[in-house]
């Protein structure tokens, strides 16, 4: 697995979740843990809450979209990887990273809504 995608499945999780309660709390939460414990239970919580999404189903049909390209198994390494970097600095660039891509993929998301929104405006006029 190399360096840019092994944290994707995770970001993309971290993005949705902001697309879909329009805050940046886990995406802040785990960008700014201190330790190894702090970024396992902060990403255990948004799992939680995603997991909370995925049964109630989604209000931006491109979130869920997105929803279909996490794979879980990729994901579990994902964690895994963080459980395992022992370097605090490491530690901190490898969150900041997760936390930049779940950024950058929300953007995107949200463009597309934006855009999907405006060209229905525009062809209901």
Not at 17 to 24: D, I, K, M, P, T
């Amino acid at each position: 697995m190399d360096k840019g995608t092994r944290t994707r499945n995770l970001a993309r999780v971290l993005a949705i979740l902001n697309v879909e309660q329009g805050s940046y709390t886990y995406i802040d939460k785990l960008s700014q843990a201190v330790s190894r414990d702090l970024a396992l239970y902060y990403i255990r919580e948004a799992l939680r809450d995603y997991h909370s999404l995925v049964n109630r189903g989604f209000q931006s049909e491109e979130a869920k979209k997105t929803s279909e390209y996490v794979i879980f198994s990729e994901l579990e390494s994902e964690i895994e990887l963080i459980r395992s970097i022992q370097d605090p600095v490491k530690l901190r660039e490898e969150l900041s990273m997760i936390a930049a891509q779940a950024l950058a993929e929300s953007g995107r998301l949200l463009y597309l809504e934006e855009k999907k929104a405006t060209n229905s405006e525009k062809s209901g006029e």
